[in-house]
T-cell receptor, first 114, second 116 residues
C-alpha cells in the first residue's frame, strides 16, 4: 500500500460529457500511471507521468488527457466520454529503492458511460 | 512488441493442493517481472518481484521463478487455501517497450478458485 487514493470510486455518466478522475498519493513517488482494465484485455497503460508537468502517452491514450501540477496528484480526463471508455481505471505509482522498483496500485474507479 | 501470456485462464483446485501458475513473455529483454493478486472489485496487490538477474523469489507459501532466456515465469502456491482465491496477474517491465519509465505490460491473469 503506497497511500494511493482514487476519486470518485464509481461514476456513471452520459456519452459526450467530460469526466475527470483523480489519483492522489502520499508517498512523494516521482512516477505515476493510469491503466484501464477490461475483460479480455487485461490492464493497459493509458498515460504516465515522470514528474510534475512531465507526462507521456501509453498504449491506449486516444480520447484521454492527463495533467500533473503537483507531485501528489495525477488527473485523467476524458474530454468527451464514449461508451468504449466504460472500464475500471487504476492509478499506480512506482516505488524505487536501491536497484529495485515496484508498482503500487490504487483501489480503482469504475466508470460507466451510457 | 512485448506480449505476456498467462495459462491457464482459470483454475479450480481443492484446498491443500500445491499449484503452479504460468506466465510467458515474448521479449526476454526485461528489467524485472512482478506477480500481483487481485480480489474481485479491488485493486492489485504486489506479491513478488523478480529482478532480471534473479532466478526466484519466495514469500511465505509463494515461490516465483524466472527463466529469462526462455521467457517464462511460474508462481508456485503451496498448500492452497480458500483465501488464496483471486485473480493472479503477471507483469513485465520491458527494456524495449517503455520499461525505462517503469511501464508494466500485463498478462490477462489466471483466475484461481480454491474449494474448501
Amino acid at each position: 500500500d503506497a497511500g494511493i487514493t482514487q476519486s470518485p470510486r464509481h461514476k456513471v455518466t452520459e456519452t459526450g460529457t467530460p469526466v475527470t478522475l483523480r489519483c492522489h498519493q502520499t508517498e512523494n513517488h516521482r512516477y505515476m500511471y493510469w491503466y484501464r482494465q477490461d475483460p479480455g484485455h487485461g490492464l493497459r497503460l493509458i498515460h504516465y507521468s515522470y514528474g510534475v508537468k512531465d507526462t507521456d502517452k501509453g498504449e491506449v491514450s486516444d480520447g484521454y488527457s492527463v495533467s500533473r501540477s503537483k507531485t501528489e496528484d495525477f488527473l485523467l480526463t476524458l474530454e468527451s466520454a464514449t461508451s468504449s471508455q466504460t472500464s475500471v481505471y487504476f492509478c499506480a505509482t512506482l516505488y524505487q529503492r536501491d536497484s529495485t522498483d515496484t508498482q503500487y496500485f490504487g483501489p480503482g474507479t469504475r466508470l460507466t458511460v451510457l | 512488441k512485448q506480449e505476456v501470456t498467462q495459462i491457464p485462464a482459470a483454475l479450480s483446485v481443492p484446498e491443500g493442493e500445491n499449484l503452479v501458475l504460468n506466465c510467458s513473455f515474448t521479449d526476454s529483454a526485461i528489467y524485472n517481472l512482478q506477480w500481483f493478486r487481485q480480489d474481485p472489485g479491488k485493486g492489485l496487490t504486489s506479491l513478488l518481484l523478480i529482478q532480471s538477474s534473479q532466478r526466484e523469489q519466495t514469500s511465505g507459501r509463494l515461490n516465483a521463478s524466472l527463466d529469462k532466456s526462455s521467457g517464462r515465469s511460474t508462481l508456485y502456491i503451496a498448500a492452497s487455501q480458500p483465501g488464496d482465491s483471486a485473480t493472479y496477474l503477471c507483469a513485465v517491465r520491458s527494456m524495449n517497450y517503455g520499461g525505462s519509465q517503469g511501464n508494466l505490460i500485463f498478462g490477462k491473469g489466471t483466475k484461481l478458485s480454491v474449494k474448501p
